[in-house]
């Protein structure tokens, strides 16, 4: 993965200094970043709690978290658990939560959120998603129950690292 975002920056002409790691262990300082923009990561570490409560470590005083994932509770992370029962390794040990789910991650984190919201409100046939994806951004500021995705921001409001 590394290699292929290396890639894609050097063919966009982003300049990235690209570390390895795991979201559970983070290579990184304490207080060390203004924003962490996780998105389809959660749904695939084996210990949610912990990465998110290692992001916030690393999280100055007052920085954002912006985390978005398949939502549980939607058509989408379904056709994702069928493809691995039939083999695909890529979902195979991938874990959907809800957004209540995502909202208390943060919290044991010691975040405070301040918004989720649902977004992708049909299935996943582009013929179908015509119909409803303009009401997409009304729905999702009033419900999550059937989003494919959910977008939870949150910022850290303690100066130091938590306590393991």
Not at 13 to 32: T, W
Not at 46 to 51: K, V
Not at 73 to 85: F, G, N
Not at 97 to 110: E, I, M, V
């Amino acid at each position: 993965m590394l290699a292929a975002a290396a890639i894609r920056a050097h063919v966009s002409g982003f300049e990235l200094h690209l570390v390895n790691g795991r979201a559970e262990q983070s290579p990184f300082h304490d207080n060390a970043f203004q924003l962490a923009f996780v998105v389809t990561v959660l749904c695939f570490v084996r210990d949610a709690s912990l990465a998110i409560k290692e992001i916030a470590r690393v999280l100055e005083p007052v920085a954002l978290l912006i985390v978005g994932k398949l939502n549980r509770w939607s058509l989408w992370p379904a056709i994702r658990c069928v493809k691995a029962w039939f083999g695909n390794a890529t979902w195979r040990g991938a874990h959907f939560h809800t957004a209540s789910q995502l909202r208390h991650l943060a919290a044991d984190a010691g975040l405070t959120v301040s918004s989720v919201e649902g977004a992708v409100f049909y299935p996943p046939s582009a013929h179908i998603a015509r119909i409803p994806a303009p009401a997409d951004g009304w729905l999702g500021s009033r419900f999550t129950f059937g989003a494919a995705f959910v977008v939870a921001a949150a910022r850290k409001t303690h100066g130091g690292a938590l306590p393991t």
